[in-house]
């Protein structure tokens, strides 16, 4: 098992709890992103800087990882590919997406975009705090106690 993470929009205190975690179950954490994201020093945490441009990194983690894998990111599409090949996703509030609401969620995010290109102004998502924080670690925590060999 590996933990993939899309980083260039990873909140930073979800990047320490992965750092954590991947230390303590001693399984590979690799942070993509298209510039030089910060990480300790550890062997089982590393980065990929991929070229800039449109969907770069997600077609990187679409293409490295596999159904062994765990995969952190809020974006809906990117979640959605990975979990067509089997792999583990979640988003950084700690919502676990899965075959049966990932459908939904592109249709919610589809629609949500329509409505921006028409002049809507829909808000954006809520801030995060420390109940989001606690919901990543607790949910990262079940997943890696069921797949950690």
């Not at 983690?61 to 974006?75: G, P, Q, W």
Request: net charge neutral; aromatic share 6%.
């Amino acid at each position: 098992m590996r933990i993939w993470v899309d980083a260039d929009a990873c909140p930073n205190v979800i990047k320490t709890i992965l750092f954590r975690a991947a230390e303590r179950v001693k399984i590979p954490c690799i942070l993509v992103a298209n510039q030089a994201i910060s990480i300790p020093p550890s062997k089982w945490v590393e980065r990929k800087v991929v070229s800039s441009g449109f969907d770069v990194a997600d077609n990187y983690i679409v293409e490295h990882a596999t159904s062994a894998d765990l995969v952190v990111t809020a974006d809906i599409p990117l979640a959605s590919e990975v979990i067509d090949k089997g792999a583990l996703a979640i988003n950084p509030r700690g919502e676990l997406y899965t075959r049966e609401n990932i459908k939904q969620r592109l249709a919610m995010r589809d629609f949500m975009e329509q409505m921006r290109s028409t002049g809507e102004h829909t808000g954006g998502p809520a801030t995060f705090n420390q109940q989001d924080r606690m919901a990543f670690a607790n949910t990262l925590d079940k997943l890696l106690a069921q797949r950690a060999p």
